[in-house]
């Protein structure tokens, strides 16, 4: 599975940002897909992820009601919906797939990251 996002930029505090993961490879809706973000001098935190049924979504404790997560398994593609945005938000973010998801950085698939800024 191969993963690209895009989306990330710069915005205000409390502005909205969207991100997007497109998949190419395997059978897109067998894998979960998780985002993940790394501030500059930080280990990297989950933000998220969604089962690929869309039935599951769970989120980090530092996100929960700003962020959203939703996917179009006909797109290949899952999104970041981010509201209410923080100068902590600031960050690279990155999504990632595999079979079985976990809130840790265990995941198979990686993409190349896009990077979000947000000035206060």
């Known amino acids: 599975v191969h993963l690209v996002e895009s989306g990330g930029g710069l915005v205000r505090a409390g502005g909205s940002l969207s991100l997007s993961c497109v998949a190419s490879?395997?059978?897109?809706?067998?894998?979960?897909v998780g985002w993940f973000r790394q501030a500059p001098g930080k280990e990297r935190e989950f933000v998220g992820s969604?089962?690929?049924?869309?039935?599951?979504?769970l989120y980090g404790d530092s996100v929960r009601g700003r962020f959203a997560i939703y996917r179009d398994n006909a797109k290949s593609t899952v999104y970041l919906q981010m509201g209410s945005l923080k100068p902590e938000d600031t960050a690279t973010y990155y999504c990632?797939?595999?079979?079985?998801?976990?809130?840790?950085?265990?995941?198979?698939?990686w993409g190349q990251g896009t990077q979000v800024t947000v000035s206060s």
């Open positions: 969604v089962s690929g049924n869309s039935v599951y979504t």
């Open positions: 490879g395997r059978t897109f809706e067998a894998y979960a």
């Open positions: 990632a797939a595999d079979l079985l998801p976990t809130t840790d950085l265990k995941w198979t698939y």
